[in-house]
């Protein structure tokens, strides 16, 4: 098993909208196709999407597949010109996605990939989502505990 990368679709607080799983080797921008193409049926279950964030890795034709398949504008956050490149600073919408991953990290099944299939390890995603979600749901809906006097 040579690895896998994860292409994430996640909204603007880094919850999971959809997820592609690839071999390694394949480039970011042919990746994003793969998401582009498997969105193309999910696409009008998010009929508010209308704005998506991208790093430098997805500039070329992914924008204007984009905006022709699915109505979207792809926006790339790219770092300031004034800025070294071995120098890090945050850059704005970048760090959501990367938060996302690192919440995966935490899931002992998503540390390594154990899977064999594609679909499994994204299966595998969704489930780690899911159970994440879950929990915070749990969380905001549980009585909280006041002092009686």
Same mark, same amino acid.
């Given at each position: 098993?040579?690895?896998?990368?994860?292409?994430?679709?996640?909204?603007?607080?880094?919850?999971? #909208?959809?997820?592609?799983?690839?071999?390694?080797?394949?480039?970011?921008?042919?990746?994003? @196709? *793969?998401? $582009?193409?498997?969105?193309? #049926?999910?696409?009008?279950?998010?009929?508010?999407? $209308? *704005?998506?964030?991208?790093?430098?890795?997805?500039?070329?034709?992914?924008?204007?597949?984009?905006?022709?398949?699915?109505?979207?504008?792809?926006?790339?956050?790219?770092?300031?010109?004034?800025?070294?490149?071995?120098?890090?600073?945050?850059?704005?919408?970048?760090?959501?996605?990367? @938060? $996302?991953?690192?919440?995966?990290?935490?899931?002992?099944?998503?540390?390594?990939?154990?899977?064999?299939?594609?679909?499994?390890?994204?299966?595998?995603?969704?489930?780690?989502?899911?159970? /994440? #979600? /879950?929990?915070?749901?749990?969380?905001?809906?549980?009585?909280?505990?006041?002092?009686?006097?």
């Amino acid at each position: 098993m040579n690895g896998r990368k994860r292409h994430l679709l996640v909204d603007t607080q880094g919850f999971l #909208l959809k997820v592609v799983a690839s071999a390694a080797d394949v480039q970011d921008r042919d990746g994003a @196709r *793969l998401l $582009t193409h498997a969105l193309r #049926l999910f696409g009008p279950e998010l009929p508010r999407l $209308t *704005l998506v964030w991208a790093d430098a890795a997805y500039r070329g034709p992914l924008e204007q597949e984009l905006h022709d398949q699915l109505g979207w504008t792809l926006e790339i956050v790219a770092r300031p010109d004034d800025q070294p490149k071995t120098a890090f600073r945050v850059q704005p919408h970048r760090w959501i996605v990367e @938060r $996302t991953f690192a919440w995966f990290g935490g899931c002992r099944r998503l540390a390594k990939d154990y899977e064999y299939q594609l679909e499994s390890s994204e299966a595998m995603i969704y489930a780690a989502m899911s159970h /994440l #979600l /879950l929990r915070r749901l749990r969380r905001l809906t549980r009585p909280s505990s006041s002092p009686s006097g």
